[in-house]
């Protein structure tokens, strides 16, 4: 049998007194879109934290696809297909959309270089850049400077920069943070549209829990 995506083993992590994850133990499958809720402080975003890299935890083991990546700095867990973004939006407010898709797709292209193709092909850049875009079902607004977008807009724009990077795995902490009802159910319909392309496996982090029930696949209580 395969290996699993991602699988934590015996998870801790403790800030002084405060004990943020005790004895996590954790499966995530290929395709399926699941969602992790929880009160305010329950510890949603440590966790992300450790299975991205971004936080060393106290002791456990965290696996992807097989593999122990307890200790690996997020760079490498990025190359591995294992990315994340943050509960605040995280964007370049001065470049246009396709700038800020590019900047990712370039450096996948750079780093996928062969012999036989040393330079990285404009149209290639550009062709990845418009699939991303359309994929998160930006089309005119490519030119449009990120800081102009609506709150909606931006953590989508977020998505999109996570997806060009070719993610396996995906975590998105609170992507409807700050988005009003309507904004909310149009970004993780997307987010489930995403998943069913088949190539990215989503975790999401969210609140408001009709839409969790309505969507995800699967649901994580913390
Ligand atoms: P959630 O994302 O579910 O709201 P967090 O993972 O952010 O919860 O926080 C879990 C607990 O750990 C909270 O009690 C929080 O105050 C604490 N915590 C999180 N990060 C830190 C930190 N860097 N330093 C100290 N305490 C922290
Ligand atoms: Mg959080």
């Given amino acids: 049998m395969n290996a699993p995506l991602l699988k934590i083993e015996k998870l801790n992590k403790a800030f002084g007194r405060v004990i943020a994850a005790s004895n996590i ?23 992300i934290d450790m299975f991205s890299g971004s936080l060393p935890v106290d002791s456990g083991r965290i696996l992807f696809q097989g593999v122990g990546i307890t200790h690996l700095p997020d760079h490498q867990r ?8 943050f509960q605040v939006v995280n964007i370049f407010p ?6 800020n898709v590019q900047i ?9 270089k062969r012999l036989f193709r040393p330079v990285v092909r404009e149209v290639d850049v550009h062709r990845e850049v418009s699939d991303v875009l359309e994929r ?22 977020e998505v999109g920069i996570a997806l060009a990077v070719r993610p396996r ?11 009003n009802p309507v904004e909310r159910v149009s970004i993780l319909k997307n987010i489930r549209r995403l998943s069913e392309e088949g190539k990215t496996t989503f975790v999401i982090v969210e609140h408001d829990m009709d ?9 994580i209580v913390l």
């Fill in 211 to 219: 839409i969790v029930f309505s969507l995800s696949d699967r649901v």
């Fill in 104 to 112: 990712p797709v370039l450096a996948v292209q750079k780093r996928a």
């Fill in 136 to 157: 998160i079902g930006f089309g005119a607004e490519a030119l449009t400077v990120a800081s102009a977008l609506s709150h909606g807009d931006k953590r989508l724009l």
């Fill in 169 to 179: 795995l995906l975590f998105l902490d609170e992507p409807t943070a700050g988005m």
């Fill in 94 to 99: 001065d470049l246009t959309v396709f700038d």
């Fill in 25 to 47: 133990d954790l499966t995530f499958e290929p395709g399926v879109l699941t969602s992790i809720i929880g009160p305010n402080g329950a510890g949603k975003s440590t966790l």
């Fill in 78 to 85: 990025v190359k591995m297909g294992l990315c994340r973004s």
